[in-house]
């Protein structure tokens, strides 16, 4: 598997989705504004990982990283798909989300 690290704000946080009594995930989306166009990178967390995605508010500067994934399947009609994911292994806020200021809350 290949390493992914990006550095963004957070964009969505998804509730966990229990499939069963082994496998739980929710997914956490960060957008890279680094490049040209803007890119959303979606981060899955699976099972004991689900706790690390909770708890960020979106507008949240963070750094993610993880693991790239691919697997093969055959669909119902014969035919061969393919699925990549990337499987969140750490993330980490770089700045607080930012939020409004109401003028008369400031303190001069």
């Given at each position: 598997m290949?390493?992914?690290e990006i550095s963004g704000e957070?964009?969505?946080v998804g509730a966990p989705v229990k499939y069963s009594?082994?496998?739980t995930k929710a997914e956490i989306v960060v957008k890279d504004t680094t490049g040209k166009y803007?890119?959303?990178i979606?981060?899955?967390a699976i099972n004991e990982k689900v706790e690390?995605?909770?708890g960020y508010p979106i507008g949240t500067k963070v750094t993610a990283e993880g693991f790239v994934s691919g697997k093969e399947y055959t669909k119902k009609d014969g035919g061969i798909a393919y699925i990549t994911s990337i499987k969140i292994a750490r993330i980490y806020e770089t700045?607080?989300?930012v939020t409004e200021?109401?003028?008369d809350a400031i303190p001069f």
């Open positions: 290949a390493k992914i957070v964009v969505y009594d082994k496998f803007p890119e959303f979606k981060f899955e690390l995605v909770r700045s607080p989300a200021v109401q003028d």
